[in-house]
């Protein structure tokens, strides 16, 4: 069945730039979204249709699109933003949808 | 405001059937284009999206897991139910579902999670 695939881990030094990528055959037909994650607590939406920001996410948070690949950019990243990020997308029928195997920022 | 929260055993035995029910609040399925999703996380693994119930009763299932699950609606209730047959201890991790947005697929009000564990 269908994978997206992420880097397991990604570090940054406060006030530097993170870029999360998210791998798939599929994504230049389907859309992207990404979820950040804290330890104990449900997945929050911060990127939704590779490149939209629900309300009340920073404008730090940034997504784009190039085609197998949609990259999650955090810029200025922040201590709090130290979490699991994970891509979503569905296959390219969109019968299902699946997540990435996750990435784990972290916060020098 | 768009809650939802899980309820069911945190105790299953391996080969028993697992009952989920996500009861929800703030919309309701009967609404065009809403759906409601169930995605597990095994203990510090990813997430696995499960299966997924439109509000036109259209139901969608993760390929490898089809066989053994069922997901249905009470739209009398506010309820979507979940079960999963011949349960092992792998399918031990907290079960979420989720609201998908009305205009696109993405996930955009979670519940809280409850954990599953499978063992004898």
């Known amino acids: 069945s269908y994978k997206l695939t992420q880097p397991p881990s990604v570090s940054v030094s406060p006030g530097q730039t993170a870029r999360i990528t998210c791998s798939g055959d599929?994504?230049?037909?389907?859309?992207a979204y990404w979820y950040q994650q804290k330890p104990g607590q449900a997945p929050v939406l911060i990127i939704y249709?590779?490149?939209e920001r629900p309300s009340g996410i920073p404008e730090r948070f940034s997504g784009s699109t190039s085609g197998t690949k949609v990259t999650l950019t955090i810029s200025g990243v922040q201590a709090e933003d130290e979490a699991d990020y994970y891509c979503q997308s569905a296959d390219s029928s969109a019968t299902y949808s699946v997540f990435g195997g996750g990435t784990k920022l972290t916060v020098l | 405001q768009i809650t939802l929260k899980e309820s069911g055993p945190t105790l299953v035995k391996p080969t028993q059937t697992l009952t989920l029910t996500c009861t929800f609040s703030?919309?309701?399925?009967?609404?065009?284009?809403?759906?409601v999703a169930w995605i597990r996380q095994p203990p510090g693994k990813a997430l696995e999206w499960l299966a997924l119930?439109?509000?036109?009763?259209?139901?969608r299932y993760s390929p490898s897991l089809k066989s053994r699950l069922t997901i249905t609606q009470d739209t009398s209730k506010n309820q979507v139910v979940l079960t999963m047959t011949n349960m092992d201890p792998v399918d031990t991790g907290t079960y979420y579902c989720?609201?998908?947005?009305?205009?696109?697929?993405?996930?955009?009000?979670w519940g809280q999670g409850t954990m599953v564990t499978v063992s004898s």
């Open positions: 989720a609201h998908r947005m009305v205009t696109t697929d993405g996930f955009d009000f």
């Open positions: 599929a994504l230049p037909k389907q859309y």
């Open positions: 119930i439109y509000w036109n009763d259209d139901k």
């Open positions: 703030g919309f309701s399925l009967t609404t065009n284009k809403v759906g």
């Open positions: 249709k590779d490149t």
